[in-house]
Nanobody, 112 residues
Framework: QVQPVESGGGLVQPGGSLRLSCSAS????????MAWHRQAPGKQRELVAR???????WYADSVKGRFTISRDNARNTVYLQMNGLKPEDTAVYYC??????WGQGIQVTVSS
């Protein structure tokens, strides 16, 4: 399946953790940069983190030190480990690659 498929979202209390997963098949996964974006209600979609084919990473300032993006090329999967979650992290999170293929999005809600 060329379109990425996300999983792992849900409801978590402030300070908690979640791990998002995104799988994509039918591509040479190891050669593509993968990214996570998010869109909060009433706000524009923003890039959260990206991991390049060689393994280097980029993070938005708002998540640095709390989120970690990683990839498992053998499983065609990219992860977003989110720790120290804040209510402002509440959003629909999207997986993307090649600026063309987007997942359907998965809800993450941080609330007590």
């Amino acid at each position: 399946q060329v379109q990425p498929v996300e999983s792992g979202g849900g409801l978590v209390q402030p300070g908690g953790s979640l791990r998002l997963s995104c799988s994509a098949s039918g591509i040479i996964f190891s050669r593509v940069a993968m990214a996570w974006h998010r869109q909060a209600p009433g706000k524009q979609r923003e890039l959260v983190a990206r991991i390049f084919s060689a393994g280097s990473t980029w993070y938005a300032d708002s998540v640095k030190g709390r989120f970690t993006i990683s990839r498992d090329n053998a499983r065609n999967t990219v992860y977003l480990q989110m720790n120290g979650l804040k209510p402002e992290d509440t959003a629909v999170y999207y997986c993307e690659y090649s600026s063309t293929y987007w997942g359907q999005g998965i809800q993450v809600t941080v609330s007590s």
